[in-house]
């Protein structure tokens, strides 16, 4: 990759992404809320969809947590109880776990979504685009995995975290990406990819997913029945 590319993509490129995802997202919203939501299609066909979703849905949830934790955590919160090398490790074997539990999910989906007649000819061209694109992003994520275990000392992982905490504090360093394999950087720019489409898709839902956290915490509603033409006890 040239060095002007490397610097589009690793200092320019991220904050066009998060831009579109979060104003997209918002804007989406506010004028077009009878399309968030996330079309099922399980009345069509339940088998499949209940084992893939269920699947893809842990495998997923996982690798979004374990990636927010691992690239945004500084290395001298978690140096007192484990070594970079040692979170490398666990890394690559819960992240290599859950990929492949998300893999076969989505996978799952993915051949409902094109081998079904009923439920393609119901599907939006863009249900099938993401579903693709996410595909192929976990099998990018899946190959970075012998390169991880390659770099046991954890250096790449450092880089990586690096790279992303400048970019969360608007201090870019493109250079820090020079020297990174190639599957990670495909994996990095196909990931910031995904929120940049995120508002145009039906992953839009996820916001929603999160909203329900406050669902927990809201106060009891107070629902008092009104009786037409029913007198009262007695009278």
Same mark, same amino acid.
């Given at each position: 990759?040239?060095?002007?590319?490397?610097?589009?993509?690793?200092?320019?490129?991220?904050?066009?992404?998060?831009?579109?995802?979060?104003?997209?997202?918002?804007?989406?919203?506010?004028?077009?809320?009878?399309?968030?939501?996330?079309?099922?299609?399980?009345?069509?066909?339940?088998?499949?969809?209940?084992?893939?979703?269920?699947?893809?849905?842990?495998?997923?949830?996982?690798?979004?947590?374990?990636?927010?934790?691992?690239?945004?955590?500084?290395?001298?919160?978690?140096?007192?109880?484990?070594?970079?090398?040692?979170?490398?490790?666990?890394?690559?074997?819960?992240?290599?776990?859950?990929?492949?539990?998300?893999?076969?999910? $989505?996978? %799952?989906? !993915?051949?409902?979504?094109? +081998?079904?007649?009923?439920? #393609?000819?119901?599907?939006?061209?863009?249900? &099938? *685009?993401?579903?693709?694109?996410?595909?192929?992003? $976990?099998? %990018?994520? !899946?190959?970075?995995?012998? +390169?991880?275990?390659?770099? #046991?000392?954890?250096?790449?992982?450092?880089? &990586? *975290?690096?790279?992303?905490?400048?970019?969360?504090?608007?201090?870019?360093?493109?250079?820090?990406?020079?020297?990174?394999?190639?599957?990670?950087?495909?994996?990095?720019?196909?990931?910031?990819?995904?929120?940049?489409?995120?508002?145009?898709?039906?992953?839009?839902?996820?916001?929603?997913?999160?909203?329900?956290?406050?669902?927990?915490?809201?106060?009891?509603?107070?629902?008092?029945?009104?009786?037409?033409?029913?007198?009262?006890?007695?009278?």
């Amino acid at each position: 990759m040239s060095a002007s590319l490397n610097q589009f993509f690793f200092a320019v490129y991220p904050y066009i992404c998060l831009a579109v995802f979060f104003m997209g997202s918002l804007a989406r919203f506010d004028r077009d809320q009878y399309t968030w939501k996330s079309d099922s299609s399980q009345l069509l066909r339940a088998g499949q969809l209940r084992w893939g979703s269920n699947l893809f849905h842990i495998g997923i949830l996982f690798l979004l947590f374990g990636h927010t934790v691992g690239l945004l955590t500084p290395h001298w919160v978690y140096a007192p109880f484990i070594s970079a090398g040692q979170k490398q490790l666990v890394a690559v074997f819960s992240g290599g776990t859950a990929g492949l539990i998300c893999f076969i999910g $989505l996978s %799952l989906l !993915l051949h409902r979504r094109i +081998f079904d007649p009923r439920i #393609r000819l119901t599907s939006h061209r863009t249900d &099938l *685009a993401i579903l693709v694109i996410l595909w192929v992003q $976990l099998c %990018l994520g !899946l190959v970075t995995l012998p +390169f991880s275990w390659h770099h #046991r000392d954890g250096g790449t992982m450092m880089v &990586l *975290a690096e790279w992303a905490q400048n970019i969360a504090t608007f201090r870019p360093d493109a250079a820090l990406m020079t020297g990174i394999d190639w599957p990670f950087k495909v994996h990095m720019v196909l990931g910031m990819t995904i929120f940049l489409l995120f508002p145009f898709s039906r992953l839009v839902h996820v916001w929603s997913g999160l909203a329900t956290v406050g669902y927990a915490f809201r106060p009891y509603q107070l629902v008092r029945s009104r009786r037409l033409n029913v007198p009262r006890r007695g009278a």
